[in-house]
């Protein structure tokens, strides 16, 4: 009898290894007869997606299967490219209040030398929740200060830091924190605030230093400047070849960065962007994406409406911004697709909020090529879930990320799991 | 000439402060109403009169003088009931000493805080707004209803369990960062030091009410007695040990809250709900036992220790196990979208949309003895009601009207103004 067990056991391991084997022979992976949500052309009822390596081999109806594929039928599901938080501190911030595991934030008001990536713990137990959520790539930020340091942008897949690097840097963070409260509009033109002050200042000084160090190199009898950490760190935003992610929020500082942008000739990126409505038609003309902070902050003025915030993201878009949404959080990072959800509660279409969460992110993060939609070609990032992936009943079945398949279990159901055991009725 | 003038001129009047009781005849028509308790009504009428339902169902009519409010498109929900906030309030944290049961939320309601219109434009029409966490006993907290532009008078909800505020874990052990003590270690700096002075207090005031006990005897043979000094620190625990007031306990991990469980048995005195209990899950089998429920974040977490195991499951699962679960805010923010947070417990936990319903209607409407009055709609119960625009389940959804007792205090037709 047991030997009977054991051979039936053995023909099983030996069945699973034969199948793994073949997959990895193979390398293809096909999901059958989900409604494929592409994002950038139409749904496809029914629909085939073929992974070929990391790739999307081929996406749409009535495709052959490839000799020796894994199939996966996923009918009754919807399948989605793996969305993009545009905007979080996954890996940065274990829990808020316990200072020790915050990395969040450097001392002191200007840090272009650091960078978020260098902190990042791969290991937080919140980037698998954000995965699980069907969230395959996030932008880690710094935060504080006046310029808060490098962003980066991550897959949420992988045991180390350099495994899970996207891109790194993608763009230098630059703060102009909100202003709580109604400000009274001044008939008379305000001076530029503070810290736009602070940072043309610290503009100019770069573009000097960066003239001296490459004098200094062109003609060795030249002094190289002193050292200068700061202004070193400036030089990749200075030239136009880093872009900055200005947290702005205020119509003034809205308009005054725009302004410095054009003025600088530097590749920018808004983020925030509170009170963006106020300016949507300056922000479009001068073709500044947004990365939209928390839909969870209040109207910074109650003379803005209760709804300001949230109706903030369709009047962005409806004045032609191109529009991404953020978390701004870890331990409620995996919150991401509710953001979008409530713009649409609000009036966004809901294929825009749900490109704001995906390719409309894939762009202003500069990944589009391979991130953002379901298109041949593209990494295989795709969710499979059971209803619109902007729901919050929405359950996720399978995350793939650049062609495999991700573990989604979680620290949610490990306690969940373990816990389960005391309740358990004895049998 | 002159006289009648002036007796039409009363006659009106009178007719106009009259007006309010009309105001609160309404009938809400041709909606989805999910009444909660009774199923969901398709195309269905809601009357109300002079505040309170008095019929649902298909095809009502309108009597006449009543206003018609017309739901073709909407979801008609009972309002919604925060069972943990803190808006509406000049004061929150008496934080100076670590037992100030003396102190009452009723004494520092503000009826003009914009918290109250921030809930209404999420659909809640009632709330439990709480003393603070900085002290192991805090104050009397109290109920209201948002009646938004009214006194604070107008507001209390007198059927309202009385409820007296417990702290467990961090908060009441780090508190010293108020007043002129501030940076000065306030006993208890432990949780031991917290079970242990509140079980202090309530040997003080089993004392004391045997003090005055002895007194009201004695005091009926020798009328010249003296009595006892008054002590309104211990006054309210008296009450709890007469089972006249409720504890409501803000405990996060499980261990403290078995704990407490164990010292109102050893004190006798009841609880009513644990707040926040992030590790419910892990003692869902005693909360069950004793029939506590709790009021818990969807899935607020991770932001200090003892909240760092509080998985977004712990409603759900707890709902499944058998605890009375209510979703609450406890931010003034959060309240504009307790129905979100309730729909999480769907994907976390698995419940039906019907049961995450319950999670911010008629649970939080028994954990306050509310639930003869709200949190459903049934003939007979106030007409407190929110309409949506989408299943409230959905996060595409979005609350069009608030109706408390009949009356429209939010409309989002009118700029959200009323």
């Known amino acids: 009898?047991?030997?009977?067990?054991?051979?039936?056991?053995?023909?099983?391991?030996?069945?699973?290894?034969?199948?793994?084997?073949?997959?990895?022979?193979?390398?293809?992976?096909?999901?059958?007869?989900?409604?494929?949500?592409?994002?950038?052309?139409?749904?496809?009822?029914?629909?085939?997606?073929?992974?070929?390596?990391?790739?999307?081999?081929?996406?749409?109806?009535?495709?052959?299967?490839?000799?020796?594929?894994?199939?996966l039928d996923a009918t009754g599901l919807f399948a989605y490219p793996g969305m993009i938080d545009a905007g979080c501190f996954l890996g940065l911030q274990e829990i808020r209040m316990v200072r020790a595991t915050v990395d969040s934030q450097e001392t002191g008001r200007v840090n272009p030398q650091v960078s978020a990536l260098e902190a990042l713990r791969p290991d937080s137990m919140h980037i698998p929740i954000s995965l699980s959520t069907g969230i395959t790539a996030a932008l880690v930020l710094p935060s504080g200060g006046l310029i808060s340091?490098?962003?980066?942008?991550?897959?949420?897949?992988?045991?180390?830091?350099?495994?899970?690097?996207?891109?790194?840097?993608?763009?230098?963070?630059?703060?102009?924190?909100?202003?709580?409260?109604?400000?009274?509009?001044?008939?008379?033109?305000?001076?530029?605030?503070?810290?736009?002050?602070?940072?043309?200042?610290?503009?100019?000084?770069?573009?000097?230093?960066?003239?001296?160090?490459?004098?200094?190199?062109?003609?060795?009898?030249?002094?190289?400047?002193?050292?200068?950490?700061?202004?070193?760190?400036?030089?990749?935003?200075?030239?136009?070849?880093?872009?900055?992610?200005?947290?702005?929020?205020s119509e003034k500082d809205i308009l005054d960065c725009i302004d410095f942008v054009k003025k600088e000739k530097i590749k920018a990126v808004f983020m925030g962007v509170t009170l963006g409505w106020k300016a949507a038609d300056k922000i479009a003309e001068a073709g500044i994406p947004v990365i939209l902070g928390s839909m969870t902050d209040m109207p910074s003025s109650w003379d803005d409406g209760y709804d300001a915030v949230y109706r903030n993201p369709v009047l962005l878009h409806e004045a032609g911004v191109k529009i991404a949404f953020s978390s701004q959080s870890s331990s409620l990072a995996k919150d991401l697709p509710s953001m979008a959800g409530k713009a649409a509660a609000f009036g966004l279409d809901r294929s825009e909020a749900l490109k704001a969460v995906t390719i409309n992110s894939a762009e202003i993060l500069g990944v589009?090529?391979?991130?953002?939609?379901?298109?041949?070609?593209?990494?295989?990032?795709i969710v499979l879930c059971d209803d619109d992936i902007l729901e919050l009943r929405t359950n996720i079945r399978h995350v793939f990320v650049e062609g495999v398949e991700a573990d989604l279990s979680t620290v949610y159901t490990e306690l969940l799991n373990k816990w389960k055991k005391r309740h358990k009725k004895p049998e | 000439m002159n006289r009648r003038f002036y007796i039409i001129t009363v006659v009106f009047l009178l007719i106009g402060t009259a007006l309010p009781t009309f105001a609160q005849d309404v009938l809400i028509k041709n909606?989805?109403?999910?009444?909660?308790?009774?199923?969901?009504?398709?195309n269905g009428d809601v009357l109300i009169k002079k505040g309170i339902i008095?019929?649902?169902?298909?095809?009502?009519?309108?009597?006449?003088?009543?206003?018609?409010?017309?739901?073709?498109?909407?979801?008609?929900?009972?309002?919604?009931?925060?069972?943990?906030?803190?808006?509406?309030?000049?004061?929150?944290?008496?934080?100076?000493?670590?037992?100030?049961?003396?102190?009452?939320?009723?004494?520092?309601?503000?009826?003009?805080?914009?918290?109250?219109?921030?809930?209404?434009?999420?659909?809640?029409?009632?709330?439990?707004?709480?003393?603070?966490?900085?002290n192991p006993i805090a104050g009397e907290n109290v109920t209201l209803k948002l009646k938004w532009g009214k006194t604070a008078e107008d507001m209390l909800v007198s059927e309202a369990f009385r409820t007296l505020k417990f702290a467990l874990g961090e908060n009441p052990k780090r508190a010293n960062s108020f007043g002129p003590t501030r940076g000065t270690p306030r006993y208890p700096q432990t949780r031991m030091g917290v079970i242990a002075i509140i079980r202090r207090e309530f040997l003080r005031a089993k004392q004391y009410k045997e003090d005055?006990?002895?007194?009201?005897?004695?005091?009926?043979?020798?009328?010249?007695?003296?009595?006892?000094?008054?002590?309104?620190?211990?006054?309210?625990?008296?009450?709890?040990?007469?089972?006249?007031?409720?504890?409501?306990?803000?405990?996060?991990?499980?261990?403290?809250?078995?704990?407490?469980?164990?010292?109102?048995?050893?004190?006798?005195?009841?609880?009513?709900?644990?707040?926040?209990?992030?590790?419910?899950?892990?003692?869902?089998?005693?909360?069950?036992?004793?029939?506590?429920?709790?009021?818990?974040?969807?899935?607020?977490?991770?932001?200090k220790m003892e909240a760092s195991q509080g998985i977004a499951y712990n409603a759900g699962y707890a709902t499944k196990k058998g605890v009375l679960v209510s979703i609450n805010s406890d931010s003034g923010e959060r309240i504009r979208r307790l129905f979100n947070d309730a729909a999480k417990a769907m994907k976390y936990g698995g419940l039906n949309e019907e049961e995450a319903l319950r999670l911010i209607t008629i649970n939080p409407a028994i954990q306050l003895g509310?639930?003869?009055?709200?949190?459903?709609?049934?003939?007979?119960?106030?007409?407190?009601?929110?309409?949506?625009?989408?299943?409230?389940?959905?996060?595409?959804?979005?609350?069009?009207?608030?109706i408390v007792e009949g009356e429209v205090y939010f409309d989002r037709e009118k700029g959200g103004e009323k």
């Open chain 1, 1 to 71: 009898m047991i030997k009977r067990l054991l051979f039936f056991c053995l023909l099983i391991l030996s069945g699973l290894t034969f199948l793994s084997a073949e997959t990895k022979k193979s390398g293809v992976i096909v999901i059958q007869g989900a409604t494929v949500v592409t994002v950038t052309g139409d749904p496809i009822p029914g629909g085939t997606i073929v992974i070929e390596g990391d790739r999307i081999a081929a996406v749409g109806k009535d495709i052959p299967v490839p000799a020796g594929a894994v199939v």
């Open chain 1, 149 to 249: 340091g490098k962003c980066g942008l991550i897959k949420l897949t992988g045991w180390t830091t350099e495994e899970m690097t996207i891109k790194d840097p993608v763009a230098m963070v630059v703060q102009f924190p909100s202003m709580r409260g109604s400000r009274r509009p001044s008939d008379t033109p305000q001076p530029p605030s503070r810290n736009l002050q602070d940072l043309q200042e610290i503009f100019d000084q770069a573009r000097y230093y960066g003239q001296a160090v490459s004098a200094a190199a062109a003609d060795k009898a030249l002094p190289l400047p002193d050292f200068n950490e700061t202004l070193q760190f400036m030089q990749p935003v200075v030239s136009g070849e880093l872009p900055v992610l200005f947290n702005v929020h």
């Open chain 1, 368 to 381: 589009a090529e391979s991130m953002g939609s379901l298109e041949k070609g593209k990494l295989a990032n």
């Open chain 2, 31 to 42: 909606g989805t109403v999910l009444t909660v308790t009774k199923g969901t009504i398709e």
């Open chain 2, 54 to 134: 008095t019929r649902i169902g298909n095809n009502i009519e309108a009597p006449a003088g009543f206003k018609v409010i017309d739901a073709t498109g909407l979801y008609v929900m009972p309002g919604i009931i925060d069972s943990h906030t803190h808006i509406a309030l000049t004061g929150t944290n008496e934080g100076t000493d670590a037992i100030t049961s003396e102190v009452k939320m009723r004494d520092v309601i503000n009826s003009e805080d914009p918290g109250i219109f921030t809930a209404l434009s999420g659909g809640v029409t009632m709330v439990h707004t709480m003393h603070g966490s900085a």
């Open chain 2, 212 to 303: 005055w006990d002895r007194y009201n005897q004695a005091v009926k043979k020798n009328k010249r007695l003296i009595p006892p000094r008054k002590d309104l620190r211990l006054e309210p625990l008296v009450e709890m040990l007469e089972g006249k007031m409720f504890a409501r306990v803000h405990a996060y991990q499980a261990d403290e809250t078995l704990e407490f469980i164990a010292l109102a048995k050893e004190m006798g005195f009841k609880i009513a709900c644990f707040e926040h209990v992030s590790e419910a899950f892990k003692i869902t089998k005693e909360l069950v036992e004793e029939n506590i429920g709790i009021s818990i974040f969807a899935d607020g977490w991770a932001y």
């Open chain 2, 370 to 402: 509310v639930d003869k009055i709200v949190g459903s709609l049934e003939v007979g119960k106030h007409g407190d009601i929110a309409l949506f625009r989408e299943h409230p389940m959905s996060i595409y959804t979005r609350c069009e009207k608030t």
